[in-house]
């Protein structure tokens, strides 16, 4: 059985992350499309370095979403820097390739991780980054819930243009 099915939603469901994608994930992370919208564009990333990666963080808290309908990874996402004793945490999450975007998944797979962050890692507030230009997410992260709280002006440098890095949380209680 190559995923798990960890946090079932309608459509998709988070599983734990495989080695066996590695290519996979290395043709989405070397996609400006995908790396914009993370700010890792300028990164090289070979697939041994992605394999290792895999490896030491599967554990972690670290996610891919899969399409139910086909078993199909279409992306990944994690729970990220959790901080136990204040409880709160940062999440990230990207859908791979572009026919798969603006379409739910997204948004879905950030519901099942919140919940997860505050149903079972007792988390309390959930924040996540994201740049200016990034509208289609900024949306998604709306429709879920979260809430600007602040910018980062001018952070983020990409083609010439300089952008704000978006703040944005939610707290257990607004769920």
Same mark, same amino acid.
């Given at each position: 059985m190559?995923y798990?099915?960890?946090l079932?939603?309608k459509?998709?469901?988070?599983?734990?992350?495989?080695?066996?994608?590695?290519?996979?994930?290395?043709?989405?992370?070397?996609?400006?499309?995908?790396t914009?919208?993370?700010?890792?564009s300028?990164?090289? +990333?070979?697939?041994?370095?992605?394999?290792?990666?895999? @490896?030491? *963080?599967?554990?972690?808290?670290? $996610? !891919?979403?899969?399409?139910?309908?086909n078993?199909?990874?279409?992306?990944?996402?994690?729970?990220?820097f959790?901080?136990?004793?204040?409880?709160?945490?940062?999440?990230?999450?990207?859908?791979?390739d572009?026919e798969?975007?603006?379409?739910?998944?997204g948004e879905?797979?950030l519901?099942? +991780?919140?919940?997860?962050?505050f149903?079972?890692?007792? @988390?309390? *507030?959930?924040?996540l980054?994201? $740049? !200016?230009?990034?509208?289609?997410?900024?949306?998604?992260?709306?429709?879920?819930g979260?809430?600007?709280?602040?910018?980062?002006?001018?952070?983020?440098?990409?083609?010439?243009?300089?952008?704000?890095e978006?703040?944005?949380?939610?707290?257990?209680?607004?769920?």
């Amino acid at each position: 059985m190559k995923y798990i099915k960890k946090l079932v939603g309608k459509r998709v469901y988070l599983s734990n992350i495989n080695v066996e994608d590695a290519e996979t994930y290395v043709k989405w992370f070397n996609d400006f499309s995908v790396t914009d919208g993370l700010g890792t564009s300028c990164r090289m +990333l070979s697939l041994e370095s992605e394999k290792e990666w895999i @490896l030491q *963080n599967s554990d972690k808290y670290q $996610f !891919a979403i899969v399409s139910l309908e086909n078993d199909e990874l279409i992306g990944g996402c994690g729970i990220n820097f959790i901080e136990q004793l204040r409880q709160c945490a940062e999440v990230g999450l990207f859908i791979g390739d572009e026919e798969n975007r603006s379409k739910g998944y997204g948004e879905e797979a950030l519901n099942l +991780l919140i919940d997860y962050g505050f149903d079972y890692l007792n @988390l309390n *507030n959930i924040m996540l980054k994201v $740049f !200016a230009f990034n509208e289609r997410a900024i949306n998604c992260y709306k429709k879920v819930g979260f809430k600007e709280i602040g910018r980062r002006r001018q952070s983020y440098y990409l083609k010439g243009k300089f952008y704000d890095e978006v703040y944005m949380d939610i707290l257990r209680e607004e769920r």
